[in-house]
């Protein structure tokens, strides 16, 4: 269960390069949550690798314990889900209001059972997060859908889904992972159109595809899926891909506060929208198979040049969970640029915290805020507001000058394992501690 009564202080470099050596990119969190759920579509038990140690794992696990899967885990990031004996559809009301992710559990378990209740999901606080797109594509699949007392009951007709055509309004990760699930336990085809394009996605069907799925086009905007039975996972094993939002914050830190570091474990292949931005703001770094190393950059981050305009994209374009770290690195940098948050009208909330350290940063709109760098940062307590803004606030403690606290490090633990550790295995000084 979370603390929140700790905190991360963090001693600042005041700009110094001084970090030195490798960090390692861990499982990706939002591949790991949604290979949970594909468990469900499974007859047999599923073995999944690589899973990252942090709170949103905890927590989809303990929504699966209360349906009644078996979940045996050891040390190494390895589970191996059974739902032989599932008892109930009814999802968690506590613990889907504190995870997002809980959405996508719906999906496998209408296909699976025949129905499921859930209230509207939780999650990070970035904007209103609707679930429309999803209401209305189980209408499409078949199923009825009834509102009562907070909560969602949906029962499918006959108790199948049937396949359908859906058209995402908006290009919706977790709606197509979980329409893209759905659709292999349900009778003939569903093509999902705009789906998202985010490399998790792929590799979840390429995982499922190798279990006896019939899914076409996944990575692309056009999915087909032919339903079919209960899946086998036999020897097969789910590994986690690195994650790509860890290893793109990992890689700003470095680029302002880095002498020769290297990020390993990770696919550069996943951020080159952010490579693309630091290249030319004139980061040096080198590109290998699996890492990317920083090296080089002697002169300060004052010399760094601007974006002129960040737009956040869905994938490939730039990432909307790299958005806060980037603006850290926009503070740093020379000049005036654009950042345009066009996914989640909630987050760029966290930017006060940054105006209070010392950041020239203008609010045009919910989506819109202007940055001006080079500014120096100073140390000063701060609250992460979610899990994207808590590490982008430890970037900034890093680069500032004097001390900085960060409250609510359970909001960061939600998504990076033991961050502390790895970063004060590359030079950082930062110490978790409890009030
Ligand atoms: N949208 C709708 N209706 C819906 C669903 C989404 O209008 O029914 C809109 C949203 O309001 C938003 C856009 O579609 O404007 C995209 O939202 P999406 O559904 O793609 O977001 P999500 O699936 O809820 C996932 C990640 C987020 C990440 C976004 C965008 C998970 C569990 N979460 O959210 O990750 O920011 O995609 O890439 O996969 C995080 O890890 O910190 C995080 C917030």
Redesign the pocket.
Known sequence: MYDTSERFLIKGTDGARVLVGTIRVNGA??AA?KAFAASLLFSDPVTLKNIPHIEDIERITDLLLNLGTKITKNKDGVFICDHSELHTSDLSHDISKRL??SIVVTGPLLARTGKVSFPHPG??V?????????LEGFQKMGARIIFRDGTYHIVARGGKLRGAELFF???????TETFMMAAILAEGKTVIKNA?M?PEIKHLADFLISCGARIKGAGTPAIEITGGTLLRAGKKTYITPPDR?EAGSFLILGALAAKDLKITNCDPTHIEALLEVLDLAGVHFRVGKDFVHIKGNSKRNAYFKNTALLKTHEYPGF???LQAPMMIFLTQASGESLVFET??EGRLNYVEELVRMGADIRTMDPHRVIVKGHTSLKGREMESP???AGLAFVIAGVVARGRSVIHNVYNIDR?YERVEERLRGIGVDIKRVRE
């Not at 970035?126 to 429309?132: L, M, Y």
């Not at 309004?169 to 709606?175: F, L, N």
């Open positions: 969190k939002n949550l997002r992710a999650g990070c970035i904007g209103a997060r609707p679930i429309d797109l999803f309004r908006a290009q919706s990760v977790t709606g998202a985010e939002i990432p909307t969970d996914i989640f979610d899990l994207r998504g």
